[in-house]
């Protein structure tokens, strides 16, 4: 009973510590928050906030997984219901958490950075194997609702369909440190809205890969919920 208070109690201080993480980082999306500055936000020592992340990147990394795991646990779940399914439904899914979700996308690409340089490379791994294995349970997953898929295709779609939402994103991300510089003719290609033209490069792939016929249709919501 002891052990099972002290793993919970362990737990919530580091919820509070990621929790810490996103505020300021939502915040200040530009710079990197200090040790100090999370566990004053935590209201939480600085010693003790290192017993759980040594560095501020392994933090936002953390705060990042925790992102990821929450978009894959909506995916997961949805899927595994026996409903047919449309592009539009699992796209939906994507638009809360990634699209739309708070500083998902800022800190996608802060982590991307990261783990080329800051992140050991033991943590990165792990992070990497998370992923992969989320990735191979819902790609098995999405197969038997779109038969047109061949098996083990599932996992490659989600890949690049992640692939698109990240890298348009940072191809269309408005970098603060252009200023009026994007208001220049030469860069209007770029003033595009990103969640339009996601979804319509997002379906088209979908629609490439998913043979015709399928019995789940590929199609996108013909009414979005107001959000």
């Not at 919970?8 to 993480?21: C, G, M, N, Q, T």
């Not at 399914?85 to 996308?105: K, M, N, P, T």
């Not at 690049?160 to 991300?173: A, D, F, K, P």
Request: hydrophobic share 45%.
């Amino acid at each position: 009973m002891l052990r099972a208070v002290a793993v919970e109690d362990k737990e919530a201080r580091r919820s509070a510590i990621l929790d810490a993480v996103e505020k300021l980082f939502l915040r200040h999306p530009d710079r990197m928050a200090s040790v100090a500055e999370v566990a004053e936000a935590a209201k939480l020592a600085k010693g003790t906030v290192y017993l759980y992340f040594p560095s501020k990147e392994e933090m936002l990394l953390a705060l990042h997984e925790r992102h990821v795991a929450a978009f894959f646990t909506e995916l997961v779940v949805l899927l595994h219901g026996s409903e047919a399914l449309a592009f539009g439904d699992i796209f939906e899914v994507a638009r809360r958490h990634i699209v739309r979700g708070r500083g998902y996308l800022d800190l996608t690409s802060r982590c991307l950075s990261l783990m080329d340089r800051e992140i050991p490379v033991e943590r990165a791994l792990a992070f990497k194997m998370g992923v992969g294995q989320a990735l191979e349970r819902a790609g098995s997953l999405l197969e038997r609702h779109f038969p047109g898929l061949a098996p083990g295709h599932g996992v490659g779609l989600l890949c690049n369909s992640y692939g698109l939402m990240v890298g348009l994103w940072q191809l269309m991300h408005s970098n603060q440190r252009f200023g009026a510089a994007m208001s220049r003719p030469e860069m209007r290609m770029f003033n595009r809205d990103y969640e339009s033209e996601v979804e319509r490069a997002v379906l088209a792939l979908w629609s490439g890969v998913i043979q015709p016929g399928a019995q789940a249709p590929v199609k996108p919501l013909s009414k979005r919920k107001s959000r």
